[in-house]
């Protein structure tokens, strides 16, 4: 993990608001670097006093982690692992479709948070019959993830975020995250930023 | 190498302002918070740093998350700002938790922002000159209605000018045009959105005594069964479901002819789906009677208490009191008297099982044990099928086990949309031209107008056209209407005026369309009336459980745009009538006051206490928070006391003031039926309400998260009519008929496309669909007779039918979702 100074974490309350002022496009995905484990992004917010002067962008960044082998990847077995940050719930799964953002020989395999963006209920049912993970326990929203997450009823605000794959030889890697993740206002939030100039 | 740029919301600083306002959509309202501040500034995620007071990543079940369609940018006070629209936390009702549906959880995305797909609404009026709407200067355009309204009063008489309008669009709207329209002009011509006359939509339950929103959600909470029918809770009044029935662990009875979520729930969880064939509600409801009365399992006491006998039903003074009233004996000896009543007479009727029949007898009266608290809950899949039979039928149900005026005991509606329908005058009776049996009925305003005798329509708030039966056939007479006699050629206010008087003197029609975006009807409009709506005025309106709440001004109107009751106001003084002087919505919200005194929404003691501390009505009221007070409102010294049920009191709305029973003819209904039900190939095509999305659409069709979810109107069909018809998930189908019957009871087409969703949710032989997609006009394979039902002049706008063919396929399968919705 990228070794951050105190002073660069501090930033995150206020990074994305200054950056996203001077139009500087933020985050990336660092696929250079493998993660062993999710972040641990903190469960406590920053205290800031003094706002330090922002550098010319303060990204957060994802990390790229092994999430599964090819191999192991079975059509009714989801997998499930935390990413970008720790508690942030993901699943794996292998559609009986190919589909424009799956991964594998077979262009099946997917990957989206497990966490309802409803009220945040944890969707510990995968209907692998119809691609759907759902009905949430708490009220009952069901996704579709064969078609990009999207809730086929319930009453979810938001497509299930998307984990974004990619394969080298028989590793599974989680590269970033589309949409935003039930319970933060930033993806990142809590995560180490780093500083591009 | 990938890039992905991290979600993130602004969250609203400590300083953010924050309104209050509701759910514009669904009857339940959900109470809500918007909060607003300049772009460019944020708060924290710390409790301490933003206005929500919440630590993010908030928890599960917080309710106070902010997903990506909570958040918006409006134009308020001249300026840009952020808007979030969350749950309210401080509600003490309804929504309490922080909890949504999937409509009201988006409402940010309502707002108008030119940089999203709600750029095309309405910001200036237009004038249809040489066939295209452009604009013109709203004096030019409240010269044209006020003259062309007042030379067709004058040369036509009142009942030549009509106004179909909304019934529920906030108090103050509704106030303003039927001051004009009722209390000055006193035209009869005026109806609601969803039905071609005025009057009452649940006749036969009005006729019981007991008012269709009598109850309370926490009767929901409190009673033991649940029947409901014709309505998905779930989907179409979702909070009132996850918030109150399914915590409250009651038993359902769900009858409807479709396996929606809500009849797989009920299945679930130790009750029963009473899964009927459509239009035999009656035959299910009058064995329900007959068996509770064979068994001895009817509330005894309540009937013998509080139920009219003949003398006293003799003492009614309403006609169809007097005609259609029945006492206990009566119905006793109605429903005995018919085979199709018996529990295999009404299976072979209804297609519902005689042991489910029998058994929801038991679970709604104890079946002889102990008597539970049942509730019956219906809406339009009830009452838009066979409308005064299928109320009274349910309503006799109600009154035979006592479900009224008790805590988790009711009967009532569901709730179509919310209630803000204070009129300021009463209904011209005298002057319809319609009748049953020699008594008045309010006049079917579309049969008038296909008749020729409406020379000018306003159009207010509503997809006219898309919503009346026979739609196609009734858009056809109106385009023969407006192009008869001149059409516009000028933007010269004087040359537009003449044209279009012309045209009203040679038979011809004149439409305005006063709204907020473009929907299926503009295009007959001559006039656009640019409307200012939701959150962006403030506005006072009810709930299905008549609460009512404030709803605060949030955004500015766009570009040029006026909320409605200014348009009228305008429109009245320029035509010469008094009395819409107001200067905002809470001087017509408090002349409305006293309007509402006596009934269901009575707020006149809130309006009352105010002007008495020199205080404005609109501020007392929005010290009640989301939470709001319950109508009729009384007073106790200076505090103000909602009524959280009626009936309370054991009294009903009779001259008896107890409850009665109601003539259920079956004998009506079937030959109605024989009338309506398909023909040669043709296959029910049932409409109604779906989860994502509200009534015509005029909001989420112009919202990215509804239009992924269903790009175009669906048809369900069973997986082995599919199979039969060869049919497959994301086939585009015709859907037609050459057995619609239109406005003057002639035979006419319709034909509709939308995309096959084969599911179980409808058993063979029927289909379903929505009913106001725009371009899909479902309602043009529904009748358009209101003589079918003379008593009350109502569509039967769930009994629909046609052939289904494949004509194509479309490029839906892989981004629209075919999984079935009914997966508990």
């Known amino acids: 993990m990228t070794d951050l100074t105190r002073r660069e974490f501090l930033l995150i309350g206020v990074a994305g608001g200054a950056v996203a002022a001077v139009g500087v496009i933020v985050p990336l995905s660092r696929m250079g670097e493998t993660e062993q484990a999710a972040i641990d992004g903190g469960s ?69 948070s497990s966490i309802c963006t409803h009220m945040g209920c944890v969707l510990d049912q995968y209907m692998p019959e119809h691609n759907a993970l759902g009905p949430c326990p708490c009220h009952f929203s069901t996704f579709d993830l064969a078609n990009n997450g999207m809730v086929t009823l ?16 028989d590793d599974i890697y989680a590269t970033g995250v589309i949409r935003l993740v039930y319970g933060y206002a930033d993806t990142l939030q809590g995560a180490p930023m780093v500083e591009v100039s | 190498m990938s890039f992905a740029q991290p979600a993130r919301i602004p969250l609203p600083p400590v300083d953010a302002e924050v309104n209050i306002i509701c759910c514009e959509y669904c009857p339940v309202a959900c109470g809500y918070k918007a909060y607003t501040w300049p772009v460019g500034e944020e708060g924290g995620p710390a409790a301490s740093e933003n206005a929500l007071g919440a630590d993010f990543p908030t928890g ?128 009869p011509n005026y109806s609601p959105h969803h039905a071609p006359a005025e009057g009452d939509d649940v006749p036969g339950l009005s006729d019981t005594g007991i008012d269709a929103f009598a109850a309370t959600f926490e009767d929901d909470r409190e009673a033991d069964v649940i029947m ?23 038993k359902l009875i769900y009858v409807d002819p479709r396996k929606t979520f809500t009849a797989a729930y009920a299945m679930k969880n130790g009750g029963i789906h009473l899964q009927l064939k459509p239009g035999t509600d009656v035959a299910l409801y009058n064995a329900l009677v007959r068996e509770i009365i064979d068994q001895g399992w009817e509330d005894k006491a309540f009937i013998s208490k509080y139920v009219a006998n003949r003398s006293e039903l003799d003492g009614e003074t309403k006609w169809r009191r007097q005609m259609f009233g029945r006492s206990f004996d009566e119905i006793r000896e109605y429903v005995f008297s018919r085979e199709e009543f018996t529990l295999q007479g009404a299976e072979r009727e209804t297609g519902v099982p005689a042991q489910l029949i029998r058994e929801a007898a038991a ?70 031209p319609h009748f049953f049996e020699g008594n008045p009925v309010e006049m079917d305003t579309e049969r008038w107008l296909v008749e020729g005798n409406t020379r000018f329509r306003w159009v207010v708030g509503t997809n006219w056209i898309g919503a009346m039966g026979a739609t196609q056939a009734l858009a056809a007479r ?107 919505t809470n001087e017509i919200f408090e002349e409305a006051g006293p309007k509402s005194a006596g009934g269901r929404r009575d707020f006149s003691a809130l309006v009352e206490y105010a002007q008495e501390k020199g205080l404005r009505a609109h501020d007392v009221l929005r010290e009640f928070g989301t939470t709001g007070i319950q109508t009729p409102i009384v007073r106790d010294g200076d505090n103000l006391v909602g009524t959280p049920r009626l009936h309370a009191d054991m009294k009903w709305k009779t001259n008896s003031g107890k409850a009665n029973f ?29 989860n994502h999305v509200w009534n015509n659409l005029s909001d989420f069709a112009r919202r990215e998260y509804a239009t992924q979810r269903w790009p175009m ?54 289909t379903f669909t929505y009913f106001l997609f725009p371009g899909s006009p479902a309602n043009s394979v529904t009748p358009g007779d209101s003589n079918l039902q003379p008593i009350n002049l109502r569509y039967n706008f769930k009994l629909g039918k046609g052939t289904v063919t494949k004509i194509g396929t479309t490029d839906l399968v892989g981004r629209m979702s075919f999984v079935p919705r009914n997966l508990v």
């Open chain 1, 44 to 112: 406590t917010p920053p205290t800031t006093t003094t706002l330090p002067q922002p550098p010319a962008a303060v990204v957060g960044f994802f990390p790229k982690l092994k999430v599964a082998s090819l191999s192991d990847v079975n059509a009714n077995e989801p997998i499930k692992f935390d990413y970008p940050l720790q508690g942030q719930r993901n699943v794996l799964v292998k559609l009986d479709t190919p589909v424009s953002y799956g991964i594998g020989p077979d262009e099946n395999i997917v990957s989206f």
């Open chain 1, 154 to 169: 319930g009453q979810a605000t938001q497509n299930l975020p998307q984990v974004l794959l990619s394969v080298e030889d």
């Open chain 2, 60 to 187: 599960t079940l917080s309710g106070s998350w902010v997903s990506e369609n909570m958040h918006n940018v409006i134009t308020r006070n001249g300026q840009t700002q952020n808007v979030i629209v969350i749950p309210d936390h401080d509600i003490e009702a309804v929504n309490i938790g922080g909890t949504h549906s999937v409509r009201g959880g988006a409402l940010a995305k309502k707002f108008y922002n030119p940089n999203s797909p709600t750029s095309d609404r309405f910001q200036t009026p237009l004038l249809r000159v040489h066939g295209d709407l452009i604009p013109i200067s709203w004096d030019m355009a409240t010269d044209l209605v006020a003259r062309l309204s007042t030379h067709t009063i004058d040369n036509h008489g009142e009942l030549a000018w009509g106004m179909k309008i909304y019934s529920y669009q906030f108090y103050e709207n509704v106030f303003a045009a039927s001051k004009l329209a009722l209390g000055n002009i006193e035209t």
């Open chain 2, 228 to 250: 409901i029918s014709g309505s998905d809770p779930y989907e179409t009044k979702t909070v009132r479901f996850t918030t109150w029935q399914q915590p409250g662990g009651a």
């Open chain 2, 363 to 432: 679970m709604l009266t104890g079946g002889g044990g102990p008597q539970p608290k049942s509730m019956i809950l219906f809406e339009k899949g009830l009452y838009w099928s066979h409308n005064y039979e299928n109320t009274a039928a349910i309503g006799n149900l109600g009154v035979l086990i006592g479900a009224t005026g008790q805590v988790g005991r009711a009967t009532g509606r569901m709730g179509g949309h919310q209630r803000g329908g204070q009129k300021a005058a009463g209904y011209p009776m005298d002057k319809s």
């Open chain 2, 478 to 584: 109106v385009r023969e209407l407006i192009s008869t006699g001149p059409t516009v050629s000028s933007t010269n206010v004087d040359v537009a005026y003449e044209q279009l008087r012309a045209r009203i003197d040679e038979g011809g029609l004149v439409v305005v369309h006063q709204e907020i975006y473009p929907n299926d009807s503009t295009q007959y409009a001559d006039l656009v009336l640019a409307a200012g709506a939701w959150g962006e005025e403030n506005y006072a309106r009810n709930n299905a459980e008549r609460r009512l709440r404030l709803y605060e001004k949030i955004s500015d109107t766009p570009g040029q745009s006026i909320p409605d009751w200014k348009i009228f106001a305008t429109i009245g003084k320029r035509m010469g009538f008094g009395g819409f002087d107001w200067k905002d």
């Open chain 2, 662 to 690: 109601v003539f259920p003819d079956w004998d009506a209904v079937a030959e109605r039926n024989a009338i309506l039900a398909p023909q040669g190939d043709e296959v029910w095509v049932l409409n109604g309400r779906i």
């Open chain 2, 713 to 766: 109107n669906f048809l369900e069909i069973n997986p082995d009519d599919a199979k039969k018809w060869d049919m497959v998930s994301g086939d585009l189908l015709s859907i037609e008929s050459n057995n619609v019957i239109d406005q003057l009871g002639n035979k006419t087409t319709g034909s509709f496309t939308a995309v096959a969703y084969v599911s179980d949710t409808v058993p063979t032989g029927v």
